[in-house]
C-alpha cells in the first residue's frame, strides 16, 4: 500500500529536549516536504526535499531542520523545541515536484510544555 | 492581500444538499488548481486537481476554475455525512514554488 508514514503521531516534550519525527514513504517520490497546521493559520510549509542532499527553506523553517540522506526518508529535527512549536505537522512526498499531487502522512501532534 | 482566501466557515447542510466551496486568489501565475479533503485526526488527500480554467467532474464532486475572476469552487451534490470534512483549496504554480494552501472550509452534512 502507497503511503507517507509519520512517527510518533502525539508527543509531548518539555522546551530545550531535542526530538525528531521521522517520515518515510514508500512510493519512490524525489520530492518530500513538512508542513505545521494550526488553527486560523492554515497549512504552512517547513522545509521541503527536490531529492537526496537537496533540501530547502519553506516559508517558516526557524527553529527546524531536516536531512535527505536517502530517498524515502525525511526526518524533521528540532534542536530546541519551544512552546510556539506546539502544532499538528505533517509530512507529504509527491511523484511531480511541488506541483503534483502531495500524498500526506496521517499526522504528528507535537505539545511543547 | 492574501494570495489565497478561503471563508473557514463552519458551514452545516442537510444531507443530500449541493454543497459550493469557493477560494478566491490574487496571482494570476496560478496554473494548477486541486482541492485536498481533511478528516479529523487525517492528513488531506487529493480530491480533484485541474490545470486550467473550465469544469472537470468527478462523481458528486465538481471543480471548477475561472482564472479570468481568479474564482475556485468546488461543488458536492446530493451531498453525505460522510462528505463531513474540512476542504482545503490549493494553487501551485509553474516551477519548484510549493503550493499554496487556502485555510480550508470546515462542513458538516446532517443525516
Known amino acids: 500500500e502507497a503511503q507517507v508514514t509519520q512517527n510518533p503521531r502525539y508527543l509531548i516534550t518539555v522546551t530545550g529536549k531535542k526530538l525528531t519525527v521521522t517520515c518515510s514513504q514508500n512510493?519512490?517520490?524525489?520530492?518530500m516536504s513538512w508542513y505545521r497546521q494550526d488553527p486560523g493559520l492554515g497549512l504552512r510549509q517547513i522545509y521541503y526535499?527536490?531529492?537526496?542532499?537537496?533540501?530547502d527553506k519553506g516559508d517558516v523553517p526557524e527553529g527546524y531542520k531536516v536531512s535527505r540522506k536517502e530517498k524515502r526518508n525525511f526526518p524533521l529535527i528540532l534542536e530546541s523545541p519551544s512552546p510556539n512549536q506546539t502544532s499538528l505537522y505533517f509530512c507529504?512526498?509527491?511523484?511531480?515536484?511541488?506541483?503534483?499531487?502531495?500524498?500526506f502522512g496521517e499526522g504528528s501532534r507535537l505539545t511543547v510544555l | 492581500q492574501k494570495e489565497v482566501e478561503q471563508d473557514p466557515g463552519p458551514l452545516s447542510v442537510p444531507e443530500g444538499a449541493i454543497v459550493s466551496l469557493n477560494c478566491t486568489y490574487s496571482?494570476?501565475?496560478?496554473?494548477?488548481f486541486m482541492w485536498y479533503r481533511q478528516y479529523s485526526r487525517k492528513g488531506p488527500e487529493l480530491l480533484m486537481y485541474?490545470?486550467?480554467?473550465g469544469n472537470k467532474e468527478d462523481g458528486r464532486f465538481t471543480a471548477q476554475v475561472d482564472k479570468s475572476s481568479k474564482y475556485i469552487s468546488l461543488f458536492i451534490r446530493d451531498s453525505q455525512p460522510s462528505d463531513s470534512a474540512t476542504y482545503l483549496c490549493?494553487?501551485?504554480?509553474?516551477?519548484?514554488?510549493?503550493?499554496?494552501f487556502g485555510k480550508g472550509t470546515r462542513l458538516s452534512v446532517i443525516a
Open positions: 507529504a512526498s509527491s511523484f511531480r515536484g511541488a506541483s503534483g499531487e502531495l500524498f
Open positions: 512510493m519512490n517520490h524525489e520530492y
Open positions: 526535499s527536490m531529492n537526496v542532499e537537496v533540501t
Open positions: 496571482n494570476s501565475a496560478f496554473q494548477y
Open positions: 485541474t490545470y486550467s480554467s
Open positions: 490549493a494553487l501551485g504554480r509553474e516551477g519548484n514554488t510549493p503550493l499554496v
